[in-house]
């Protein structure tokens, strides 16, 4: 895996140290290893239930480790409550204080810190104007719409200068159009503060648009970390390509082995992948994956046998109109549906259902999988 | 607040109707408070109003002892149910199966009250000669007054009698409050302590006076469980009804219903005159401040 740390003289934000969390008999965490720079936009994705909001919860503070530590800057915390850290949360909802104004969330946490009120307010109203809230300060919090709400959170958050920030499925609760607007605003807002951001989601395009870095979290383990793109582009774990993309997803039996490439048995066809460093033996089954937009379509017809290493005969299926793109379904014969993206209306010659077809790739697109 | 169409005859009968059942509701009581201002005590012709029962009320130790006794039972009563009762709605609102919490509590409204003081009457007597027993095995006479009828059973007694009716109307008030918001708070620097008075208690302020209220009034007007449960002291209730059935009602026990009546009546009164105050402020702030709220 290509794990690049942003390089700091400091201490990283967040260590995660062989961290395990049990609910009695829920295993929400196991035995997790996790290393956060100071200043990184940081994101934990996975499936829900698989055990995000309790790491989150953790490092914050919310939850103590069964097992394991967290140390933030270099100091252990683990047990430490959460206003004893140097972090600050945003939830997903229902976390804003009902009974008062939007100024009094936003200045609370100094209220606590002992700041004088004219002074807070004023530190408050600034944080306010940077999330786009200025003109909101006299409002209740049921009186602002979901959006508004949520850049509350992120004020009364921000305005205390913390340097980590938690952010637990912040857009959740947000519309579609709203969520993608607020991503953006996210990452720019974190760019410009420039402090540590931890954001927890399930939803992957988010997590694309705003992460420096993404850990998948599934199941309580840790799955795979690293650079979003490496994750979008390169992923180790069979998990990783088929939480992440659009994958086709093939199992098969190793045929052969040479040096850095080896043969893998899908279906009767042969196909050549990369090993990226992994080991694997003659027999092993192994699962491979590709994107579906980097899977070509064309009419199988006697010239074009498959038998390059990279490409596989099946028969067609149907079209799937998704408006900027269109996927087309291929059956392969042990079954299994596979899917190539392509630009709508590119190809104009569509096969008809039943059609012989051959899927093709480069050589490079398809990535080998042992776990 | 009403239809504008509906029919203006409809919306007065409603009211005329409601009139008439508080009448009918309260009209023993009124006629009671009317008797208790009559020098000439109950079924006299002639009425000359007068403070007089009230004045021996108050000059009678007797009573003075009850009413003292009622107030220290009202006050250890409501300083421990209303805490607890707090407890248990936090507890209510962070569970995960709220069923069997709801079914506990509230438990105690379905047992006749004969019942549940007899129940604990029993179990109180059982208890104490356990622990004389116990005692007597050990050689010590510590154990011996531990359940012995006393003002401790007697508090024990209108506790499981108050918790529920407290429980529910604090809960009513925690209809906004999420942890979450305990937990930002927590994210904001607070302490356990700071976060609770911050954000918890002042939306649940009201709940807990009304529960106090509550807890006060009951325990004024309750009269089977402390009457079974109390030790060598009496209440101004159990004064009151011993004396009714003993000699019948004197003039002083006009005096001293309507006392109790009135306590509750005003205590009652204020918090409903409180509230719809409150609201009205409220509603006219919310009026003076409905702008349109934009999108995102
Ligand atoms: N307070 C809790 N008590 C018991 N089990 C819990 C609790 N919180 C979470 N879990 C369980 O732990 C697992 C992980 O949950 P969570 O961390 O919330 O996952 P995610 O945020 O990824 O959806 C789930 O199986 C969930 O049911
Ligand atoms: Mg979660």
């Known amino acids: ?371 | 607040m009403t239809d504008e169409y509906a029919n203006p005859w409809l919306y007065r009968l409603k009211w005329l109707y409601m009139l008439l059942l508080v009448v009918t509701l309260m009209s023993p009581v009124l006629y009671v408070m009317y008797i208790s201002f009559n020098a000439n005590g109950f079924g006299a012709r002639a009425y000359d109003f007068t403070f007089e029962w009230y004045r021996l009320v108050f000059s009678d130790t007797l009573l003075l002892n009850a009413l003292r006794w009622t107030l220290t039972l009202a006050v250890v009563v409501t300083c421990i149910t209303v805490p607890f009762a707090v407890l248990a709605a936090k507890y209510y609102k962070t569970a995960q199966n709220k069923l069997p919490i709801v079914f506990l509590l509230l438990a105690p409204l379905f047992v006749p009250p004969d019942i549940l003081g007899s129940a604990l009457l029993v179990y109180f007597k059982s208890l104490n000669a356990s622990f004389i027993w116990l005692g007597d095995q050990l050689g010590t006479s510590m154990f011996d007054g531990w359940f012995r009828l006393s003002f401790f059973t007697a508090v024990i007694g209108l506790i499981i009698y108050t918790i529920p009716y407290a429980f529910i109307v604090v809960l009513i008030t925690m209809g906004r409050y999420r942890t979450e918001q305990t937990e930002a708070a927590r994210a904001c620097g607070a302490d356990g302590w700071r976060a609770f008075w911050d954000i918890e208690f002042p939306q649940i302020r009201a709940g807990v006076f009304s529960a106090c209220s509550f807890c006060v009034i009951l325990v004024f007007n309750e009269y089977t469980r402390t009457s079974l449960l109390k030790g060598g002291f009496d209440t101004f209730t159990t004064v009151l009804i011993s004396q009714m059935l003993n000699t019948g009602m004197s003039p002083q026990s006009y005096a001293m219903s309507s006392m109790v009546a009135f306590t509750a009546i005003a205590i009652i009164g204020s918090i409903i005159i409180f509230t719809l105050i409150r609201t009205e402020s409220l509603s006219r702030l919310a009026r003076a401040k409905a702008e349109p709220v934009m999108s995102s």
């Open chain 1, 1 to 371: 895996m290509s794990e690049t740390t942003i390089a700091t003289d400091k201490a990283p934000a967040v260590e995660v140290k062989n961290l395990s969390k049990h609910y009695g008999p829920v295993k929400a965490l196991r035995n997790v290893d996790l290393t956060i720079a100071a200043g990184e936009y940081f994101v934990l994705l996975g499936p829900s239930g698989g055990g995000k909001t309790t790491l989150l919860r953790t490092i914050g503070g919310f939850h103590k480790p069964t097992e394991g530590q967290v140390l933030l800057h270099g100091r252990d915390m683990s047990h430490l409550p959460p206003d004893k850290r140097p972090t600050t949360m945003v939830f997903q909802a229902y976390a804003l204080f009902p009974h008062m104004t939007v100024l009094q969330n936003v200045s609370y946490g100094l209220k606590v810190a002992g700041i004088d009120r004219k002074q807070a307010e004023e530190k408050a109203a600034a944080m306010m104007d940077v999330v786009g809230l200025s003109g909101f300060a006299e409002r209740k919090p049921h009186e602002l719409s979901g959006g508004q709400q949520q850049r509350v959170q992120l004020a009364r958050a921000l305005v205390l200068d913390r340097d980590i920030l938690l952010l637990d499925e912040p857009l959740a609760a947000l519309d579609a159009q709203l969520r993608k607007d607020m991503c953006l605003e996210l990452k720019h807002l974190q760019e410009k503060v420039g402090i540590t951001f931890i954001h927890v989601t399930h939803n992957q395009e988010e997590a694309m648009t705003v992460a420096d870095r993404i850990a998948l979290v599934a199941d309580g383990n840790l799955v795979e970390h690293g650079k979003a793109r490496d994750i979008y582009r390169a992923p180790v774990k069979k998990f990783t390509a088929s939480f992440v993309g659009e994958n086709n997803m093939l199992s098969g039996r190793v045929s052969d082995v040479n040096g850095v490439s080896c043969t893998v048995d899908v279906a009767g066809s042969q196909l050549v992948v990369q090993k990226r460093g992994q080991q694997v033996a003659h027999g092993q089954p192994v699962d491979l994956s590709i994107r579906s937009e980097l899977v070509q379509l064309s009419r199988a017809n006697g010239s074009n046998n498959a038998g390059d290493g990279h490409s596989i005969l099946g028969s067609y299926d149907e079209a799937v109109y998704l408006g900027l793109t269109t996927s087309h379904l291929v059956r392969l014969p042990n079954g299994v549906e596979m899917t190539s993206r392509t630009i709508s209306d590119a190809v104009d010659d569509l096969p008809t259902p039943g059609d012989p077809v051959r899927l093709h790739w480069q050589p490079e697109a398809i990535r080998l999988h042992t776990s």
